[in-house]
């Protein structure tokens, strides 16, 4: 029972933080089926959650009680958990590529700066523009 808390403590803290970071990465989506992955992560996440959280408050009560043997239950909601989660990050990771492996669009700029002897400072047009914010 310990080591099924324990494993699901830490696989509920990832699924969690995706339920948080899969909107705010990713959620401006230009396209109907980027958003339809965005919000599909998201219901995995959640349900990942809910799943993990029904594990581990069965998983504790039971071990309150003294029994030793997993019940039955644990196993389906312990499947849940995980099968969703690894789904939904298995979507994020593919977004994640996508936006910053193969489509990156704040690549880096040829930003120079220079001081004249004069005093004067001179700034490359394309630093200009990423230090006005025009990205």
């Not at 696989?11 to 705010?24: D, E, H, R, S």
């Not at 339809?36 to 349900?47: N, Q």
């Not at 909601?77 to 990156?104: D, M, R, T, V």
Request: with cysteine; proline share 4%.
């Amino acid at each position: 029972m310990d080591k099924i808390i324990e494993f699901n403590k830490y696989t509920l803290g990832v699924a969690a933080a995706l339920l948080l970071f899969a909107p705010a990465e990713f959620m401006p989506r230009e396209t109907t089926l980027g958003l339809t992955v965005v919000y599909g992560i998201v219901a995995l996440s959640l349900a990942s959650c809910i799943a993990g959280i029904l594990v581990y408050s069965s998983a504790t009560a039971a071990l309150s009680r003294g029994e030793t043997d997993a019940p039955t239950i644990l196993n389906t909601f312990g499947q849940c958990h995980l099968w969703s989660l690894i789904f939904a990050f298995s979507a994020s990771a593919a977004l994640y590529a996508e936006k910053y492996l193969i489509n990156p669009s704040g690549a880096p700029r040829d930003c120079a700066i220079q001081l004249a002897e004069t005093g004067e400072l001179t700034v490359s047009p394309d630093c200009a523009a990423a230090l006005v914010g025009e990205n």
